[in-house]
């Protein structure tokens, strides 16, 4: 920790302390292609805070979330966790094209309100002097894996980069139980039967006959039990309907439909694979042996 930050932790009135996150994002051949860079509103702080020297500060954006466990205790590192608001569906449709963010890299930084950039003060001038990146050293950690998902929220488990867990070997990153195939591709999963699950691994209701589950038809009423099937980047994917008369798209409306969708964990994988597994074993793509307690 730089000696100004001490100097401020340390003084009499210290001003307020500020925590920003920083999510990389990456594109499939995991190029850096964008960042989201956010605050989770402390202190009732919900406009955008500007972080970084010069002219080209960084806008950190408020973004409903909590986040916690990231304190260290002996002997073991932290699996801190954010949870965010996903009552607008935002994160949702972000985690199908971003694939649940896992692998993802994360910052946390802890600064105080006297080293934010001026654009944070009226008259675009901070009344504590200039404002620079001095901070407590910044935590990076990976994003390990989605643990929570439904109407209102949705959290992810992060990891420390100094785990085994979330090391890299060719091509490849190590996670535990998070299975890194592409669910009924051809590459790595394999799995090309009827539907079995929902991706929190609920048994699923209706037809799992392949033979007999209809396309899905725009504009048709569909009741509770109700199987169809789309068919998406030439993949077949089925849903069964939970509530009558439903003319809606299922992938567009998740609260009226559940997706036959693997967990991404060893049970997910045993589900679907348990005839198989004590012959030929199961196709998990997850490592684990890289468990650590």
């Not at 954010?82 to 896992?102: C, M």
């Not at 535990?176 to 590459?187: D, G, L, M, T």
């Not at 012959?279 to 042996?289: H, K, R, V």
């Amino acid at each position: 920790m730089e000696s100004i930050v001490k100097e401020e932790l340390l003084s009499l009135e210290p001003s307020t302390l500020i925590v920003l996150f920083e999510i990389v994002l990456k594109n499939e051949n995991n190029t850096e292609i964008g960042f989201y860079r956010f605050h989770s509103g402390e202190n009732n702080f919900q406009k955008s805070i500007f972080y970084g020297g010069g002219t080209g500060a960084n806008e950190y954006f408020y973004l409903p979330c909590t986040a916690a466990g990231f304190d260290f205790s002996e002997g073991t590192l932290p699996r801190p966790v954010i949870t965010f608001d996903n009552t607008d569906g935002f994160f949702s449709l972000k985690t199908r094209y971003f694939k649940d963010f896992v692998g993802f890299d994360v910052k946390r930084i802890k600064t105080f309100v006297k080293f934010l950039h001026d654009k944070n003060f009226p008259n675009n001038k901070n009344p504590f002097g200039t404002g620079n990146e001095q901070s407590y050293p910044v935590e990076n950690y990976n994003i390990n894996k989605k643990s929570i998902e439904d109407q209102e929220k949705i959290q992810f488990e992060l990891v420390s980069k100094f785990e085994k867990e979330g090391g890299l070997v060719p091509a490849r990153r190590i996670q535990y139980n998070v299975c890194q195939w592409q669910y009924r591709s051809e590459h790595g999963c394999g799995y090309n039967g009827g539907p079995v699950a929902d991706k929190q691994d609920n048994a699923w209701v209706g037809s799992t006959n392949q033979s007999t589950i209809p396309a899905y038809v725009d504009g048709t009423t569909y009741n509770t039990g109700d199987v169809v099937s789309i068919e998406i980047k030439n993949v077949v994917h089925y849903f069964s309907c939970t509530k009558n008369g439903i003319t809606s798209n299922p992938i567009k409306d998740k609260k009226s439909w559940t997706q036959d969708m693997c967990s991404r964990s060893i049970n997910g994988c045993r589900l679907r694979f348990k005839n198989n597994e004590q012959a030929n074993g199961l196709p998990f793509g997850g490592f684990p042996g890289a468990f650590n307690q």
